[in-house]
């Protein structure tokens, strides 16, 4: 049987339509189909049927409709294996279906597919699977259901992503040279969709291509005008300066004659080296200039959070005096920069009463998707009395430009989806999507998404010592011998008095915490910091998570008396530490204080004192910490301080050579202590060997990366489980792998994206050819990269003499590939290949000599 779902509900036995029963019954196949092999809760599958009022014989009448349909099933599929069943299946129902019999499916191989050709350059390639992805279609999705005013997302979804599949088969028909072909298909598109940037300037460079200047400049008035009058938006600044160049007759926009032979469309004169093609990116043109192409080495892909801001000042000034209106624009211009900084965002500028923020740039940070939310509700809240605010928040993949100077810019669809959000949110409202839902783990939301798509924020919980980490239950795997040295420290510190420091140095997910956690269920009192990227705390949130942990602000006083009895010291112990206790106060160090509270609180029982993550902690935590080392008592106090290896680029000689303080490094789990943990995860599934391969070899040795991938491969809803042998990289993986690329220095990091498209084993003259870089400078930025455990020596080449070079994880290798914009990405192949074809002739013709 084969369902089809891309036009009008369909059902085919062989070449035979199967009759279907009504409208309720089509509806819950469609709705089945489009969840395909996931469960289904009836509490869903009941609001999609009836989404405003439910009636009382709501539940029997869809037990109707899936006896029913069971009954279509059996009748035309039989039992074969692989013939579609509707099984009952708790909280409610799964349609298990061959993927290869759902036309939808078929779209989506063919789609990812086709961008696969596009991003290799592969252009001609890449308009033909993506036609035939297209030609899958025979009207709207699911049309007959959605005429009896069925409105699901699910629609609108999949609809979205067809104008995106368009739009990637008109990039690579443009790059074909085939622009007098698309005219008409863009014109009636763009009638439809006025607002999407991109197909506007792929039509604007189509017109462009056919000598219609003046039509071309038209398309952008009439795109500008509906963007300024409808959303208060300027275009993007690539369809600008598309404009400009179409003004300018930009040669960069023509066809090369070497073009016009091949049918391939390239940038610049001579035939030789391939270069990229003119393409319209989302959602705009591609930045293009007279004499040189943009400096692409600036612009990448990333993972970013998108806040967009819209304030509805007129309400708040009154009669709409200029200036009243003007005086609560600055006042909400200033606090939306101030959340946003603090938190870590940029503020990427406004338009009218619309502001916008990122999140991840140029810096990516893990929990780059909870310091968007937070903001959006730290400005919603305190612009409550200023004016009414509509807020949206998305998380996903954008185009970013790092210029050397000025603020980062990001376009691509995620920006659309933002502005939806935004002009879908109640006033006094933050709407997020669904990515960003998932991983702002501290942010309260409302139980149920909005029925016009996201969700709605409710407040944040305070990011304080243990509130601020919610740990899932990871088995205790490799890590036996850390815990018996940190026990053992504990026990000599009990036994002889003495304080103790230790280090425990770990790359984000290798189990620092999961560590310390099995220390801290002793019976010994502990007192647990941890420092955070951004925040209110300025850095002291250690210090100030440990007080807290003593006692609360109002009762310190009353606290420090029953420690130290009432007098002088406990003045002072409250005089120090008061300022650490109260929220918003200033600090005031007082070291001398500080270390007398933690050995006067030892002195009565030995403790723990837990600080975590102090790469995040400021200088005066880590001088005190340093200096409570070298002056602390002699008193049963464990000191453990967790950090990623950046804490020892800031302190080189972080507690070096003390003898009362050790260092514990984390490395990554063996093959063994991998699968081990895997298998403890995955207790109830049974995977193909390729896939256990694949999970074992993308978790790296990370415990963090195991339990994620778990934890998708466990998903139902994961597409990866059609191929076994190509993982979706998680999106909390992706975070911790792109925030260790982005502390690497700018240049650096270069030239790790030039060898992560060289090869599997690179040299410093293939990754200089890939780069156009200087040979010396390469060979020193790779030395430094395995320095930092990117890199792994191979040994030297036995034909060149030259060091080669290996991927310590093929995971970071294929993050790294994934950031780089296709056109830049497809140029770099094609040097790397012809950097090795060259090397293939030396070597012969040196061997045949």
């Given at each position: 049987?084969?369902?089809?779902?891309?036009?009008?509900?369909?059902?085919?036995?062989?070449?035979?339509?199967?009759?279907?029963?009504?409208?309720?019954?089509?509806?819950?196949?469609?709705?089945?189909?489009?969840?395909?092999?996931?469960?289904?809760?009836?509490?869903?599958?009941?609001?999609?049927?009836?989404?405003?009022?439910?009636?009382?014989?709501?539940?029997?009448?869809?037990?109707?409709?899936?006896?029913?349909?069971?009954?279509?099933?059996?009748?035309?599929?039989?039992?074969?294996?692989?013939?579609?069943?509707?099984?009952?299946?708790?909280?409610?129902?799964?349609?298990?279906?061959?993927?290869?019999?759902?036309?939808?499916?078929?779209?989506?191989?063919?789609?990812?597919?086709?961008?696969?050709?596009?991003?290799?350059?592969?252009?001609?390639?890449?308009?033909k699977v993506l036609r035939g992805a297209l030609g899958l279609w025979?009207?709207?999705?699911?049309?007959?259901?959605?005429?009896?005013?069925?409105?699901?997302?699910?629609?609108?979804?999949?609809?979205?992503?067809?104008?995106?599949?368009?739009?990637?088969?008109?990039?690579?028909?443009?790059?074909?040279?085939?622009?007098?072909?698309?005219?008409?298909?863009?014109?009636?598109?763009?009638?439809?969709?006025?607002?999407?940037?991109?197909?506007?300037?792929?039509?604007?460079?189509?017109?462009?291509?056919?000598?219609?200047?003046?039509?071309?400049?038209?398309?952008?008035?009439?795109?500008?005008?509906?963007?300024?009058?409808?959303?208060?938006?300027?275009?993007?600044?690539?369809?600008?300066?598309?404009?400009?160049?179409?003004?300018?007759?930009?040669?960069?926009?023509?066809?090369?004659?070497?073009?016009?032979?091949?049918?391939?469309?390239?940038?610049?004169?001579?035939?030789?080296?391939?270069?990229?093609?003119?393409?319209?990116?989302?959602?705009?043109?591609?930045?293009?200039?007279?004499?040189?192409?943009?400096?692409?080495?600036?612009?990448?892909?990333?993972?970013?959070?998108?806040?967009?801001?819209?304030?509805?000042?007129?309400?708040?000034?009154?009669?709409?005096?200029?200036?009243?209106?003007?005086?609560?624009?600055?006042?909400?211009?200033?606090?939306?920069?101030?959340?946003?900084?603090?938190?870590?965002?940029?503020?990427?500028?406004?338009?009218?009463?619309?502001?916008?923020?990122?999140?991840?740039?140029?810096?990516?940070?893990?929990?780059?998707?909870?310091?968007?939310?937070?903001?959006?509700?730290?400005?919603?809240?305190?612009?409550?009395?200023?004016?009414?605010?509509?807020?949206?928040?998305?998380?996903?993949?954008?185009?970013?430009?790092?210029?050397?100077?000025?603020?980062?810019?990001?376009?691509?669809?995620?920006?659309?989806?933002?502005?939806?959000?935004?002009?879908?949110?109640?006033?006094?409202?933050?709407?997020?999507?669904?990515?960003?839902?998932?991983?702002?783990?501290?942010?309260?939301?409302?139980?149920?998404?909005?029925?016009?798509?996201?969700?709605?924020?409710?407040?944040?919980?305070?990011?304080?010592?243990?509130?601020?980490?919610?740990?899932?239950?990871?088995?205790?795997?490799?890590?036996?011998?850390?815990?018996?040295?940190?026990?053992?420290?504990?026990?000599?510190?009990?036994?002889?008095?003495?304080?103790?420091?230790?280090?425990?140095?770990?790359?984000?997910?290798?189990?620092?915490?999961?560590?310390?956690?099995?220390?801290?269920?002793?019976?010994?009192?502990?007192?647990r910091g941890t420092a955070t990227a951004f925040g209110d705390d300025?850095?002291?949130?250690?210090?100030?998570?440990?007080?807290?942990?003593?006692?609360?602000?109002?009762?310190?006083?009353?606290?420090?008396?029953?420690?130290?009895?009432?007098?002088?010291?406990?003045?002072?112990?409250?005089?120090?530490?008061?300022?650490?206790?109260?929220?918003?106060?200033?600090?005031?160090?007082?070291?001398?204080?500080?270390?007398?509270?933690?050995?006067?609180?030892?002195?009565?029982?030995?403790?723990?004192?837990?600080?975590?993550?102090?790469?995040?902690?400021?200088?005066?935590?880590?001088?005190?910490?340093?200096?409570?080392?070298?002056?602390?008592?002699?008193?049963?106090?464990?000191?453990?301080?967790?950090?990623?290896?950046?804490?020892?680029?800031?302190?080189?000689?972080?507690?070096?050579?003390?003898?009362?303080?050790?260092?514990?490094?984390?490395?990554?789990?063996?093959?063994?202590?991998?699968?081990?943990?895997?298998?403890?995860?995955?207790?109830?599934?049974?995977?193909?060997?390729?896939?256990?391969?694949?999970?074992?070899?993308?978790?790296?040795?990370?415990?963090?990366?195991a339990t994620e991938y778990a934890g998708m491969v466990s998903d139902?809803?994961?597409?990866?489980?059609?191929?076994?042998?190509?993982?979706?990289?998680?999106?909390?993986?992706?975070?911790?792998?792109?925030?260790?690329?982005?502390?690497?220095?700018?240049?650096?990091?270069?030239?790790?994206?030039?060898?992560?498209?060289?090869?599997?084993?690179?040299?410093?003259?293939?990754?200089?050819?890939?780069?156009?870089?200087?040979?010396?400078?390469?060979?020193?930025?790779?030395?430094?990269?395995?320095?930092?455990?990117?890199?792994?020596?191979?040994?030297?080449?036995?034909?060149?003499?030259?060091?080669?070079?290996?991927?310590?994880?093929?995971?970071?290798?294929?993050?790294?590939?994934?950031?780089?914009?296709?056109?830049?990405?497809?140029?770099?192949?094609?040097?790397?290949?012809?950097?090795?074809?060259?090397?293939?002739?030396?070597?012969?013709?040196?061997?045949?000599?």
């Open positions: 049987m084969r369902f089809h779902l891309l036009g009008s509900l369909e059902v085919l036995d062989g070449d035979s339509p199967v009759p279907l029963g009504g409208v309720k019954q089509r509806a819950a196949l469609g709705f089945l189909l489009l969840q395909a092999n996931r469960v289904v809760a009836t509490s869903k599958l009941l609001q999609a049927l009836w989404p405003r009022d439910v009636p009382p014989t709501a539940r029997k009448m869809l037990q109707n409709a899936v006896s029913g349909l069971r009954g279509v099933l059996t009748s035309h599929g039989g039992k074969p294996e692989g013939a579609p069943m509707l099984l009952t299946h708790a909280p409610g129902y799964l349609l298990r279906v061959d993927q290869n019999s759902l036309d939808l499916s078929r779209f989506q191989q063919l789609t990812e597919q086709g961008r696969g050709e596009l991003a290799e350059g592969n252009w001609a390639d890449a308009a025979r009207g709207p999705v699911l049309a007959d259901l959605a005429e009896t005013g069925i409105n699901w997302p699910e629609l609108t979804a999949i609809k979205d992503w067809k104008l995106a599949v368009q739009e990637d088969c008109f990039e690579a028909e443009l790059a074909c040279g085939r622009h007098g072909e698309i005219i008409g298909e863009l014109e009636s598109l763009t009638e439809l969709e006025p607002y999407r940037e991109r197909l506007g300037g792929q039509l604007m460079l189509a017109l462009y291509r056919c000598g219609r200047q003046v039509d071309a400049l038209s398309v952008y008035r009439r795109t500008r005008a509906a963007l300024v009058a409808e959303l208060g938006l300027e275009p993007g600044r690539e369809l600008q300066e598309l404009e400009r160049a179409i003004l300018d007759h930009t040669p960069a926009l023509d066809l090369p004659s070497s073009v016009h032979r091949r049918h391939l469309l390239a940038v610049g004169q001579d035939p030789a080296p391939v270069r990229a093609p003119v393409v319209i990116t989302r959602p705009a043109a591609e930045p293009v200039a007279p004499a040189a192409a943009p400096d692409l080495a600036t612009a990448e892909r990333k993972l970013v959070s998108v806040v967009m801001v819209s304030a509805q000042l007129g309400l708040a000034a009154g009669d709409g005096d200029p200036e009243d209106v003007d005086a609560v624009h600055q006042e909400v211009a200033s606090v939306v920069s101030a959340e946003v900084a603090r938190l870590g965002g940029v503020v990427g500028g406004s338009v009218g009463s619309v502001f916008l923020a990122l999140f991840g740039v140029p810096r990516t940070a893990e929990d780059d998707a909870d310091r968007a939310v937070r903001a959006s509700v730290a400005i919603r809240d305190r612009l409550d009395a200023v004016a009414e605010v509509q807020i949206g928040v998305a998380t996903g993949d954008a185009l970013v430009r790092l210029p050397s100077s000025g603020a980062p810019t990001a376009s691509g669809v995620l920006l659309d989806q933002c502005r939806q959000l935004m002009a879908l949110a109640p006033l006094g409202a933050v709407r997020a999507c669904t990515s960003t839902r998932d991983a702002a783990d501290s942010v309260l939301w409302e139980a149920d998404g909005a029925p016009t798509g996201g969700w709605q924020a409710i407040s944040c919980a305070p990011r304080r010592g243990a509130a601020r980490r919610v740990q899932a239950a990871v088995p205790f795997v490799e890590r036996e011998r850390e815990l018996l040295v940190l026990q053992g420290l504990l026990d000599e510190v009990r036994t002889r008095r003495r304080p103790h420091f230790v280090t425990v140095l770990g790359e984000a997910g290798m189990g620092k915490t999961r560590l310390v956690n099995e220390l801290a269920t002793s019976r010994t009192t502990a007192f300025d850095g002291y949130g250690p210090l100030t998570d440990v007080v807290s942990e003593f006692s609360s602000f109002p009762t310190l006083r009353a606290d420090l008396v029953r420690l130290v009895g009432a007098g002088e010291l406990a003045d002072r112990l409250h005089a120090s530490l008061a300022c650490l206790a109260e929220p918003g106060a200033e600090v005031r160090p007082d070291f001398p204080a500080w270390r007398r509270f933690l050995e006067e609180v030892a002195e009565s029982e030995p403790l723990i004192v837990l600080l975590e993550d102090v790469h995040w902690a400021n200088d005066v935590v880590l001088d005190f910490v340093e200096e409570l080392g070298e002056h602390a008592g002699s008193v049963p106090l464990l000191v453990i301080a967790t950090a990623r290896p950046e804490l020892l680029q800031r302190r080189p000689s972080w507690f070096g050579g003390k003898r009362n303080a050790t260092t514990i490094s984390l490395e990554p789990l063996s093959h063994n202590g991998t699968r081990q943990l895997l298998n403890s995860l995955l207790q109830t599934r049974e995977l193909s060997a390729e896939l256990w391969q694949a999970l074992v070899s993308c978790a790296s040795g990370n415990p963090l990366f139902p809803r994961t597409p990866c489980l059609l191929n076994d042998a190509s993982l979706p990289v998680p999106p909390s993986v992706r975070g911790v792998v792109t925030t260790q690329l982005d502390s690497l220095p700018t240049e650096v990091k270069a030239v790790l994206q030039d060898a992560a498209l060289t090869g599997d084993l690179v040299s410093p003259s293939s990754v200089a050819a890939t780069g156009e870089r200087a040979a010396a400078e390469v060979a020193k930025a790779l030395e430094l990269l395995e320095q930092r455990d990117f890199l792994r020596r191979q040994g030297r080449n036995s034909e060149t003499g030259e060091i080669e070079y290996g991927f310590r994880h093929l995971l970071v290798r294929d993050v790294v590939a994934e950031q780089i914009p296709r056109a830049e990405r497809a140029s770099k192949h094609e040097r790397a290949r012809a950097w090795l074809d060259r090397l293939t002739l030396d070597l012969t013709d040196r061997r045949a000599g």
